[in-house]
């Protein structure tokens, strides 16, 4: 039975991670450094973003470097048939036409994503701070195979803004701490299509 078990859970947890891994999830932001870091910031921070990270990162900022301005920071992401499909889905003028690029597209996950965070940040001997203005908008379209029930076409996204500050203080050598706030205001929705 314990085998039995054993077999269950790791079948159960290979479904769910392949599962996760077919979408992309919703986020404030990204910031392209960090991202090329692989995601670590948590503990190296040193920029404005950090506040999306560990607030006390902006104790890493070099005091060297004065007043840090960071105007239109944009970064965007897609998948790989997602403007394909947009640009399908704008020049079906039927709704045969419309079928047809479901159909063409079934089962692909597809997702855009644009954010800007424009920020200006200071780095004093003692204490860091950093306001910022984030916009962001994000996309994710799933087509499924006629007669699922989960429809023809999810959409779902949102469309967001807002102001983002944090202070960080150096508590001694090896210790800072941080805080943030973040005031977001924002839409999102999910649609789902089918057949009628």
């Not at 314990?2 to 947890?13: A, C, D, E, P, R």
């Not at 392209?32 to 006390?56: D, K, T």
């Not at 994000?138 to 202070?167: C, D, E, K, P, R």
């Amino acid at each position: 039975m314990k085998i039995m078990n054993k077999l269950f859970t790791t079948g159960l947890l290979t479904v769910t991670a392949a599962s996760a891994l077919t979408y992309e999830y919703p986020s404030l932001y990204k910031d392209p450094r960090v991202m090329g870091m692989g995601g670590a910031n948590v503990a190296v921070g040193g920029e404005s973003s950090s506040l999306f990270y560990n607030p006390a990162g902006l104790s890493t900022m070099k005091k060297s470097e004065g007043l840090e301005i960071e105007l239109i920071n944009l970064n965007g992401a897609f998948s790989e048939n997602t403007l394909d499909m947009l640009d399908d889905m704008d020049a079906a003028n039927t709704d045969q036409e419309t079928f047809d690029v479901l159909e063409k597209y079934q089962g692909s996950n597809n997702h855009l994503t644009l954010q800007d965070y424009t920020s200006i940040a200071y780095r004093g001997n003692s204490i860091a701070w950093s306001i910022g203005i984030l916009a962001g908008s994000q996309l994710n379209m799933q087509t499924h195979a006629v007669g699922s029930s989960a429809g023809l076409l999810n959409v779902s996204g949102y469309v967001l803004g807002g102001a983002i500050l944090g202070v960080s203080y150096d508590w001694n050598d090896k210790l800072s701490v941080g805080l943030g706030a973040k005031i977001i205001q924002g839409t999102s929705g999910n649609v789902a299509l089918g057949l009628s």
